[in-house]
């Protein structure tokens, strides 16, 4: 088995996963500044650039993905890969944000499609935290098939703990 790659590029029909670079960050601000998309998160102010540097900095040094839309080649979220345990055998997805053209439509599927499919090829469990009063991501994750696995406290705020079965989706 090769090694996990937690930058890999991935591409789907309508969407390129690439590694989030330092030259993004405007772009990445101008599209992350709707207040709508951080409303229902616990870091409702991220749309304010100095709650945001400080995120683009940690989603930086975390090794971040940009999202893009394939067919324009401008970035329309971002998410990555975190907590990987390779003894357990797991890993997480998260940190994901759409801007709101892309919601509720098949943007959230393929971008699941696409992490969920590389992350099988190397781990058992995939995991989705999701801060439990997110109703909306809580939603899409279910949309997907992600199943309520438990709801405990993380960095000391109620999350929720979803998974998909491998090969789900």
């Known amino acids: 088995m090769t090694q996990f790659n937690p930058i890999k590029t991935l591409e789907g029909q309508n969407l390129i996963i690439r590694e989030l670079r330092e030259d993004d960050f405007d772009e990445i601000f101008a599209v992350s500044s709707d207040t709508k998309i951080w409303e229902q998160t616990p870091y409702s102010n991220r749309y304010e650039l100095p709650v945001f540097a400080q995120w683009f900095n940690d989603a930086i040094e975390g090794q971040a993905l940009a999202i893009t839309d394939k067919h324009n080649d401008q970035i329309i979220g971002s998410s990555r890969y975190y907590e990987t345990d390779l003894e357990q055998g797991e890993t997480s997805i998260g940190f994901t944000f759409l801007i709101r053209e892309h919601w509720g439509g098949g943007t959230n599927r393929e971008l699941k ?43 000391d705020l109620p999350y929720c703990w979803y998974f998909l079965p491998k090969g789900a989706i």
Do not use: C, Y
Request: hydrophobic content about 40%.
């Open 113 to 155: 499609e696409l992490m969920f499919g590389h992350a099988w090829e190397h781990f058992d469990t995939v995991w989705l935290h999701i801060a439990e009063d997110n109703t909306r991501s809580r939603k899409a994750a279910e949309k997907i098939g992600a199943k309520l696995d438990r709801i405990g406290i993380k960095n």
